[in-house]
């Protein structure tokens, strides 16, 4: 197999060994919390409210999509009132539905040969964001846990465009000791001028949780 650069054709498809291929051109970006080891507190979300989400990634080019590869958080401190599951939920929608709030994620490219500069701006934590439009899209949701709720480094990956389980795999599901669970979800592109929105709630939530995030997607 051929590496593709720049310049030249890719010479498998894109879903085979895609992340170094695309690595390799420069459209493959990580997003991280600005201090590794330090997390960013969410708000206190008791059910699904369109406006109080948890992660708004924003296309702010309009030439280029993106696509989603993963994302994953670490708990570095549990929430409060936890006592029922925790839902994960994804929506698409129109615009930038950020208003205010959050903390911006540190984006770089993987490639250190590469001047191209991310599209993307992703901001996490306790976010306020416009109401939704009539363009909005539900396109997931997970329950990340349902008993034993929240543990220190408790360690939750959402994989974009994966097939291999249809919900979530675990080496210590339930325990008070941390989990670390993958859940497999559609592939998702967001388009220009479009955001990716995401919400973390739980029914009896009264104090937020805080979480360490890390992020791949590709621009293209």
Request: hydrophobic share 40%.
């Amino acid at each position: 197999m051929a590496f593709a650069g720049t310049t030249q054709p890719v010479v498998a498809g894109l879903a085979a060994s895609r992340d170094t291929q695309l690595g390799d051109q420069g459209n493959f970006f990580v997003g991280n919390t600005p201090t590794p080891g330090t997390g960013i507190i969410s708000g206190a979300v008791a059910t699904f409210v369109e406006t109080t989400p948890v992660l708004v990634m924003f296309n702010s080019s309009n030439t280029t999509s993106i696509y989603p590869m993963y994302l994953a958080t670490h708990m570095t401190v549990i929430g409060t009132g936890v006592a029922t599951a925790v839902n994960w939920t994804f929506t698409m929608d129109a615009g930038n539905r950020l208003t205010s709030g959050g903390t911006a994620l540190n984006i770089q490219n993987v490639n250190m040969n590469s001047n191209t500069a991310t599209a993307a701006i992703v901001t996490v934590g306790a976010i306020t964001a416009t109401a939704a439009t009539g363009a909005r899209r539900i396109v997931g949701n997970a329950v990340v846990k349902d008993t034993v709720l929240e543990v220190v480094h408790d360690t939750t990956a959402f994989n974009f465009g994966g097939g291999s389980q249809y919900s979530s795999s675990s080496t210590a599901k339930n325990t008070t000791t941390p989990t670390y669970a993958a859940h497999n979800m559609a592939p998702l592109v967001i388009g220009p001028q479009q955001s990716l929105v995401v919400y973390s709630w739980g029914v009896t939530k009264t104090g937020g949780t805080t979480y360490e995030f890390h992020m791949g997607w590709v621009e293209k």
